[in-house]
């Protein structure tokens, strides 16, 4: 009994995070890091890059260049803007591409031709910076329950302060420590199958059962017939053994 209270029912992140079971006062703060809400020309998902590369990341070099959303996040994103504060951020190293009011104006853009400015998301919520230290500042004065970035550095930086840190990317780092890894943003939400357990199929326990019953009730008809056999065998026996001391008396 004492173990059974101190085993917790785990959330999964959909529960906690799309359909919005977490018990609490205020809604939960999830940040998320640009490529992995926009399809961004060399964006990092999927993919490993070295620190000199992760460095030189830009939203886009063109300002002309649409930034849509992703097709497979869509779907999670609009549920989760109707339950959490949703914050979107951009690396933009200083002095290059557009500036943070374009980037921001093409993400509003992107977002509500999207349906997720109509689920919830907040305009003031995208927020840019020009590093990888300045995203893992921006986690760190946010505070969300969730933080997903496809650079490890970040979130490594925070992983003591955020509930759940997780890494996406399409192969995961030797040390993760206690940041969490997905294969993808859509994988990390996606509910794991359960494992069959044959034993508990109706179909094995009526067998079982039937099989146990049949067992018994041979056991049971062969026990009976013993003893009336036996009885039968001693009557005559006590019956002739009394009458031969009656007549010797």
């Given at each position: 009994?004492g173990?059974r209270?101190?085993r ?14 977490v018990h ?11 490529q992995?809400v926009?399809d961004?020309?060399?964006?990092a998902?999927?993919?490993h890059?070295d620190?000199?590369?992760a460095?030189a990341?830009t939203?886009?070099?063109?300002e002309k260049?649409?930034t849509?959303?992703r097709?497979?996040?869509?779907p ?5 803007c109707?339950?959490?504060?949703v914050?979107i951020?951009?690396?933009q190293?200083a002095d290059?591409?557009?500036?943070d ?12 031709a ?11 919520r995208i927020v ?8 893992a500042?921006i ?6 329950s969730?933080y ?7 979130l490594?930086?925070v ?6 840190t ?19 943003f ?5 509910p ?9 199929k ?6 079982t ?12 008809k062969?026990?009976?017939n013993?003893?009336s056999n036996t009885?039968l065998?001693?009557r005559p026996v ?12």
């Amino acid at each position: 009994a004492g173990s059974r209270r101190k085993r917790k029912y785990q959330l999964t992140p959909y529960q906690k995070y799309v359909e919005g079971k977490v018990h609490s006062a205020s809604r939960p703060k999830v940040l998320l890091a640009a490529q992995l809400v926009f399809d961004i020309e060399g964006g990092a998902q999927g993919q490993h890059k070295d620190q000199d590369a992760a460095a030189a990341d830009t939203t886009a070099t063109d300002e002309k260049k649409e930034t849509p959303v992703r097709g497979s996040v869509a779907p999670i994103l609009t549920r989760m803007c109707g339950l959490c504060d949703v914050f979107i951020v951009f690396k933009q190293p200083a002095d290059e591409g557009p500036s943070d009011s374009d980037i921001q104006k093409r993400a509003t853009k992107a977002l509500e031709a999207a349906g997720l400015m109509q689920a919830g998301f907040k305009p003031h919520r995208i927020v840019v910076c020009s590093s990888t230290a300045g995203k893992a500042h921006i986690a760190r004065h946010l505070l969300p329950s969730l933080y997903m970035d496809d650079e490890h550095m970040p979130l490594k930086m925070v992983r003591q302060y955020i509930a759940d840190t997780v890494l996406v990317s399409a192969s995961s780092p030797s040390e993760l420590g206690k940041v969490r890894h997905a294969k993808s943003f859509a994988a990390f939400f996606t509910p794991k199958p359960k494992q069959p357990t044959p034993i508990n199929k109706p179909e094995a326990l009526l067998e079982t059962k039937a099989a146990a019953g049949t067992a018994a009730n041979t056991s049971r008809k062969s026990s009976l017939n013993f003893s009336s056999n036996t009885e039968l065998r001693r009557r005559p026996v006590n019956s002739g053994v009394g009458t031969t001391h009656a007549a010797r008396g």
